[in-house]
């Protein structure tokens, strides 16, 4: 099926579209794009894993699971604002 050439157009100016930054830059390396959510990760877990290392269990369990959760609200949001629509799969996650 022959499709016109502005629709051929649309079609991959749309695909970019959704693989573009806030900024309109075009994405090639999903890595990249994902590296403050490993960074924030990384922090959290090794912020932890100090605490752990230098008070007892129960201040432990409180202020990683202050940690923990922070991160998780803060992965969701950072994740959530390169989604092209509203409703994800992993909205309907966070919400669980």
Same mark, same amino acid.
């Given at each position: 099926?022959?499709?016109?050439?502005?629709?051929?157009?649309?079609?991959?100016?749309?695909?970019?579209?959704?693989?573009?930054?806030?900024?309109?830059? /075009?994405?090639?390396?999903? /890595?990249?794009?994902?590296? @403050?959510?490993?960074?924030?990760?990384?922090?959290?877990?090794?912020?932890?894993?100090?605490?752990?290392?230098? $008070?007892? @269990?129960?201040?432990?369990?409180?202020?990683?699971?202050?940690? /923990?959760?922070?991160? %998780?609200?803060?992965?969701? /949001?950072?994740?959530?604002?390169?989604?092209?629509?509203?409703?994800?799969?992993?909205?309907? %996650? $966070?919400?669980?």
């Amino acid at each position: 099926m022959q499709y016109p050439a502005s629709m051929l157009e649309n079609r991959i100016l749309e695909s970019k579209r959704l693989a573009a930054w806030p900024g309109g830059k /075009v994405s090639r390396l999903p /890595v990249i794009r994902r590296l @403050p959510s490993l960074l924030l990760h990384t922090l959290v877990v090794g912020s932890v894993i100090l605490i752990w290392a230098c $008070f007892s @269990p129960g201040t432990t369990l409180f202020w990683g699971g202050i940690l /923990v959760a922070a991160g %998780y609200v803060s992965i969701g /949001v950072i994740e959530a604002r390169y989604s092209p629509i509203l409703i994800t799969p992993l909205s309907f %996650y $966070f919400l669980w």
